[in-house]
Each structure stands twice: as C-alpha cells, then as structure tokens.
C-alpha cells in the first residue's frame, strides 16, 4: 500500500512564496524517485520538478527554473517543492507522484514514468 499525500496549498498574492510537502508512505521513501507535476483545466499534467532517491538529482521545468526548489527529507518520508515569486501562471493542482522503479541518481519529468500519485493540492497564484 502506497499513499502521498501532498500539503502547504494555498492561495497567495503574485510574488509571493509556498512550499508544498509531499509525504510518502508504504514505499522505501529513499529508493524512488518523486515528482511533482503540475494539473490545469485543459492542459496535459506537466512535470514541475523531481528528485532521485539517494544521490538527489533533481530537474525543473523551464518555467519554473530560479523560483522553486525540490529537496527530500529522508527522516520525514517526505519531499518538498519551495515555491518562490509565485505567478498567476503557477496556478493548478500540484500531485506528487512516486515512480515503482528503483532510481538511485535521476529522475524523470514525464507522468507517465509515475506509478503511485497523491490528490495533489491547489496552489493559486492571483490577486
């Protein structure tokens, strides 16, 4: 049994800062990559960033690159998105999601890498 559960959404003013907590459960926390993706009305899930297990390598989408920061709490079973300057563009549900495989130094930004996902969390970046 696997469950993520993502925390720390909100609603805050454009420039403003959130971080997102992922905790994981029923899975070797430090044997799997997590990733956090990103869901708008419309739109396909996007990748946002992810972490690898042990080494910690981590990846971010374009958009995102400078303003937020993916790190993992190996003692907490949890991994964090610290979410900086926050836009209107930012605005979805945020899933975290854990892939089934064993990776020890990377990660992948494509959902479909991902076998266990969270309900994600809504993160509103507006006036």
């Known amino acids: 049994q696997v469950q993520l559960v993502e925390s720390g959404g909100g609603l805050v003013q454009p420039g403003e800062s959130l971080t997102l907590a992922c905790r994981v459960s029923?899975?070797?926390?430090?044997?799997?990559?997590i990733g956090w993706f990103r869901q708008t009305p419309g739109k396909e899930r996007e990748g946002v960033s992810c972490?690898?297990?042990?080494?910690?390598?981590?990846l971010y989408t374009d958009s995102v690159k400078g303003r937020f920061a993916i790190s993992r709490d190996t003692a907490k079973n949890t991994v964090y998105l610290q979410m900086n300057n926050l836009k209107p563009e930012d605005t979805g549900v945020y899933l975290c999601?854990?892939?089934?495989?064993?990776?020890?130094?990377?990660?992948?930004?494509?959902?479909?890498?991902?076998?266990?996902w969270g309900r994600g969390a809504q993160v509103t970046g507006s006036s």
């Open positions: 999601a854990a892939e089934q495989l064993v990776r020890p130094n990377l990660c992948a930004m494509r959902a479909y890498e991902y076998d266990y």
């Open positions: 029923g899975i070797t926390f430090d044997n799997h990559p």
């Open positions: 972490i690898s297990s042990s080494l910690g390598s981590t």
